[in-house]
């Protein structure tokens, strides 16, 4: 099973300012199968990026995601108070699915 | 547009049984993969089970295998979770999600999540 690490755990930032969410998995991920959710409290998440660097529809391009193999990264260029959530990586790789622990960005 | 509505938690005496439910609709629902994915209270999300858009295939997170069947109605465009032999770490918000497309793997529409409580 690959494990999914993300970090840090909080980030503590002002709105305007620029957030960087790592990702790391224990093995290669496809590209192809790393996704990027946001939660926020009490309600169901949201997909967000698609295939490490797609934007699912009606995602602001404020958001973007790159990366590849055992390291990806998710980048709100900009935070909007909209954005202060948890955010979570997802992998898919043989015939399993898993999440990473999660990132919470919260307001400074 | 798209809905998944869950049904079926509440509150089950460790050891029981306890059948969970979701109803689509605003999509083919024949056509698509659907998952369970489950959170405990506080904390991060889990993977539960997958069945294939026909039902042929079926898969299972280590921590439910052999205790939890998935499966689907396509007639009546409904998705189920039997959880038998229920645990206290079983407590935790079941969501209901939609497989993007046969050729992706990432979740585009969720449920609003059913709590199942596994107490005494």
């Known amino acids: 099973e690959i494990v999914l690490t993300q970090s840090p755990g909080t980030l503590s930032l002002s709105p305007g300012e620029r957030a960087t969410l790592s990702c790391r998995a224990s093995q290669s991920v496809s590209s192809s199968y790393l996704a990027w959710y946001q939660q926020k409290p009490g309600q169901a998440p949201r997909l967000l990026i698609y295939?490490?660097?797609t934007r699912s529809t009606g995602i602001p391009d404020r958001f973007s995601g790159s990366g590849s193999g055992t390291e990806f990264t998710l980048t709100i260029s900009r935070l909007e108070p909209e954005d202060f959530a948890v955010y979570y990586c997802q992998q898919y790789g043989s015939s399993l699915w898993t999440f990473g622990q999660g990132t919470k960005v919260e307001i400074k | 547009q798209v809905q998944l509505v869950e049904s079926g938690g509440g509150v089950v005496q460790p050891g029981r049984p306890l059948r969970l439910s979701c109803a689509a609709s605003g999509f083919t629902f024949s056509d698509y993969g659907m998952h369970w994915v489950r959170q405990a209270p506080g904390k991060g999300l889990e993977w539960v089970a997958v069945?294939?858009?026909?039902?042929?295939?079926?898969y299972y997170a280590d921590s439910v295998k052999g205790r939890f069947t998935i499966s689907r109605d396509n007639s009546k465009n409904t998705l189920y979770l039997q959880m038998n032999s229920l645990r206290a770490e079983d407590t935790a918000v079941y969501y209901c999600?939609?497989?993007?497309?046969?050729?992706?793997?990432?979740?585009?529409?969720w449920g609003q999540g059913t709590l199942v409580t596994v107490s005494s």
């Open positions: 069945i294939s858009h026909d039902g042929s295939n079926k």
């Open positions: 999600t939609k497989q993007s497309s046969i050729l992706t793997t990432d979740f585009d529409y």
């Open positions: 295939g490490a660097s």
